[in-house]
């Protein structure tokens, strides 16, 4: 797995969608015998990220574009020291 977008949906923010996301992919992996790799992944990623003491920063600055009127997205991926990296995209087409 590259990168992992999470996009918040009409009335669930960028946590909520994530905290969905995590469950399903846990579902999917146990489902599998514990041997898909990318929702291991996946899991991985989205559990670093619930636990990330910085998670209400993010959910602020994605509401703030949104009532901007823009589309914004956070983009979750690994980096090469085995940590990872959360940046925003935006869309600035109308949300």
Not at 11 to 18: I, Q, R, S
Not at 36 to 41: I, L, M, N, Q, W
């Amino acid at each position: 797995m590259k990168e992992l977008i999470i996009k918040p949906e009409r009335g669930l923010c960028v946590e909520t969608v994530a905290r969905r996301r995590y469950w399903k992919a846990v579902d999917r992996y146990m489902v599998s015998g514990c041997e898909d790799r990318e929702s291991e992944e996946e899991i991985e990623i989205l559990l670093r990220f619930l636990e990330d003491e910085n998670l209400p920063a993010y959910r602020s600055m994605i509401e703030d574009e949104i009532g901007r009127g823009r589309s914004a997205y956070l983009i979750l991926s690994f980096s090469e020291d085995g940590g990872y990296r959360v940046r925003m995209g935006i869309d600035d087409r109308q949300a």
